[in-house]
């Protein structure tokens, strides 16, 4: 029980010892910096303090473990080249025989953990690992060809993209653009105009204010709370949401799935609906329908509603 009780102790302290990263280095470049990160493996995660300091955490992984080197050191290994002028950092990583083989138990990896200033603009580049931001206030550009990637607290635009990954937005107050080759996307509380697309997976958005674009090849979208234009498409999948605002077009169109969504009560529509089986209530009504296809104006007409589908159409009032 005493070797136990040893061992556990032991155990406790080299685990609260662990190396978090490898070195670090700080930048004076003002509250507007711009930073840029370019490398072809590892992770990059960027999070705003409110302060002019930036502080670059290199972490510097081999076999899995955070080396305790210098920059030196690193060097030795692979090229890093470093560029400040004024209020621009950037960073950029090659390493050697890239394109050859190489052992990966012998590679190694540089992470970074980026404390930014909060109106710094970001653009973040890794070939092979995930990418997060939070809290900036301006402007932010990340994409990885391997990995996810993860935007939070961004009062500025963000355009995303991973070829194999999935991507989570929230609380953006402009613009955003993202897209993934393979993998699912949720986004959440977004002021501005969307535009969202996978080839395999499905999109999720929701508390969306501005116009919205999504598309995804095979798999499913879905959009809650939804106040402005919808523009969406599926080749395989179900569409489904409600909309708590219409505004000015909504296109749905899906070639093999089912769509149905809900929009405010007694709502002034033009009517564009197509599908194998139809439960769409005709309120005040003048056009033609019959149980494939609608055209016409419901309670007056207003905003152009265009379904279409080879399975059923469901639309209903909140």
Same mark, same amino acid.
């Given at each position: 029980?005493?070797?136990?009780?040893?061992?556990?102790?032991?155990?406790?302290?080299?685990?609260?010892?662990?190396?978090?990263?490898?070195?670090?280095?700080?930048?004076?470049?003002?509250?507007?910096?711009?930073?840029?990160?370019?490398?072809?493996?590892?992770?990059?995660?960027?999070?705003?303090?409110?302060?002019?300091?930036?502080?670059?955490?290199?972490?510097? %992984?081999?076999?899995? %473990?955070?080396?305790?080197?210098?920059?030196?050191?690193?060097?030795?290994?692979?090229?890093?080249?470093?560029?400040?002028?004024?209020?621009?950092?950037?960073?950029?990583?090659?390493?050697?025989?890239?394109?050859?083989?190489?052992?990966? %138990?012998?590679?190694?990896?540089?992470?970074?953990?980026?404390?930014?200033?909060?109106?710094?603009?970001?653009?973040?580049?890794?070939?092979?690992?995930?990418?997060?931001?939070?809290?900036?206030?301006?402007?932010?550009?990340?994409?990885?060809?391997?990995?996810?990637?993860?935007?939070?607290?961004?009062?500025?635009?963000?355009?995303?993209?991973?070829?194999?990954?999935?991507?989570?937005?929230?609380?953006?107050?402009?613009?955003?653009?993202?897209?993934?080759?393979?993998?699912?996307?949720?986004? @959440? @509380?977004?002021?501005?105009?969307?535009?969202?697309?996978?080839?395999?997976?499905?999109?999720?958005?929701?508390?969306? %204010?501005?116009?919205?674009?999504?598309?995804?090849?095979?798999?499913?979208?879905?959009?809650?709370?939804?106040?402005?234009?919808?523009?969406?498409?599926?080749?395989?999948?179900?569409?489904?949401?409600?909309?708590? @605002?219409?505004?000015?077009?909504?296109?749905?169109?899906?070639?093999?799935?089912?769509?149905?969504?809900?929009?405010?009560?007694?709502?002034?529509?033009?009517?564009?609906?197509?599908?194998?089986?139809?439960?769409?209530?005709?309120?005040?009504?003048?056009?033609?329908?019959?149980?494939?296809?609608?055209?016409?104006?419901?309670?007056?007409?207003?905003?152009?509603?265009?379904?279409?589908?080879?399975?059923?159409?469901?639309?209903?009032?909140?």
């Amino acid at each position: 029980m005493k070797t136990f009780y040893i061992s556990a102790l032991l155990l406790i302290s080299i685990n609260c010892v662990a190396q978090e990263y490898s070195f670090k280095e700080s930048y004076q470049l003002g509250s507007t910096a711009e930073v840029s990160v370019s490398s072809s493996d590892g992770n990059i995660e960027a999070v705003a303090f409110n302060n002019d300091k930036t502080d670059v955490f290199y972490i510097v %992984r081999k076999n899995n %473990r955070v080396l305790n080197i210098s920059r030196a050191e690193l060097e030795k290994e692979l090229t890093l080249e470093v560029t400040q002028s004024g209020n621009s950092l950037s960073i950029v990583v090659k390493y050697k025989n890239e394109f050859g083989w190489t052992d990966w %138990r012998d590679k190694m990896v540089v992470s970074f953990r980026l404390q930014l200033p909060t109106e710094t603009t970001c653009n973040l580049r890794t070939s092979d690992g995930n990418v997060s931001l939070k809290g900036f206030s301006r402007d932010q550009r990340c994409n990885t060809s391997d990995g996810d990637i993860s935007v939070s607290d961004i009062r500025g635009a963000v355009t995303a993209s991973t070829s194999d990954g999935n991507i989570n937005v929230a609380k953006v107050g402009g613009n955003i653009e993202v897209k993934t080759s393979d993998g699912d996307i949720r986004l @959440e @509380e977004i002021k501005g105009n969307t535009r969202a697309s996978t080839s395999d997976g499905n999109i999720v958005i929701s508390k969306v %204010r501005g116009d919205t674009y999504m598309k995804t090849s095979d798999g499913d979208l879905t959009f809650r709370e939804l106040a402005g234009s919808l523009d969406a498409h599926t080749s395989d999948g179900n569409v489904s949401g409600d909309i708590v @605002e219409l505004k000015n077009e909504v296109t749905i169109r899906t070639s093999d799935g089912n769509i149905s969504i809900t929009v405010p009560a007694n709502a002034g529509m033009d009517l564009n609906i197509k599908g194998e089986r139809l439960n769409v209530p005709l309120n005040n009504f003048s056009g033609h329908s019959d149980e494939r296809s609608i055209q016409g104006k419901s309670n007056g007409g207003g905003a152009d509603i265009n379904l279409s589908t080879s399975g059923n159409v469901t639309l209903s009032y909140r």
